[in-house]
């Protein structure tokens, strides 16, 4: 009886018990383990609500095709597994479940269950290693035109400026005035007459 239970929860993920709740099978969320550098695959576990107690339907054909009752044999194997269940906690305070987990009433008076390490089959964990790709191309909206992303990357960087030189051109010419200054007074000597005009103007 406890197997049939057990194999119903494992196919259809609930199982409503009267007087009891529901007892869920969940999964705990995947997980990054950033210094191995993977993804841990989610972990079943199960969980109990009290508050939904109504067996369905579904449970009692299900046991009916399975064990080969009728659906009135069903329904009081089913009532029957629950009153058991109650009975123990009523007498011990806890009903240990295999491969289900350990049922008990906390401090509120409240039904929980604390489940074990369920060894069900689950993917293996994943390499999450981060892949650079150098000058990966690919496509980018740019306002209502689409682009791809090397296209971006050059406009962006646009044309080099050219480099401005007139101001080494003018240090140039200024050197060349200066040197050539020079040269003229040593040839022609400093006085104001070799720097005037000479021409002499005669009166008519």
């Keep these: 009886m406890q197997d049939s239970l057990y194999e119903f929860l494992l196919l259809h993920k609930k199982l409503s018990l009267p007087g009891i709740g529901t007892i ?59 009153f058991d269940l109650k009975k123990k906690l009523s007498e011990s305070g806890e009903v240990r479940w295999e491969k289900v987990g350990v ?38 909206l740019v306002g209502e035109k689409e682009k791809t992303s090397v296209e971006m990357e050059e406009y962006l960087a646009g044309t080099p400026a050219k480099k401005n030189y007139s101001w080494l051109i003018a240090v140039i010419l200024a050197v060349l005035a200066v040197m050539f200054i020079g040269w003229y007074f040593s040839e022609k000597g400093f006085s104001t007459s070799s720097a005037g005009n000479q021409s002499v103007i005669k009166p008519n």
Excluded at 103 to 113: A, M, Q
Excluded at 120 to 139: D, G, M, N, T
């Design 24 to 82: 869920s099978l969940c999964q705990t969320p995947a997980q990054h383990d950033f210094p191995n550098k993977q993804f841990i695959a989610p972990a079943p576990f199960f969980n109990i609500d009290p508050r939904g107690d109504k067996p369905s339907k579904k449970l009692f054909d299900w046991l009916s095709s399975s064990l080969n009752i009728t659906e009135w044999e069903a329904i009081k194997f089913v009532n029957d597994f629950s």
């Design 103 to 140: 049922i008990h009433r906390n401090d509120n008076g409240e039904l929980k269950l604390d489940p074990p390490n369920i060894s069900l089959q689950s993917e293996p964990p994943i390499i999450a290693e981060k892949v650079i790709r150098v000058r990966a191309e690919h496509a980018v």
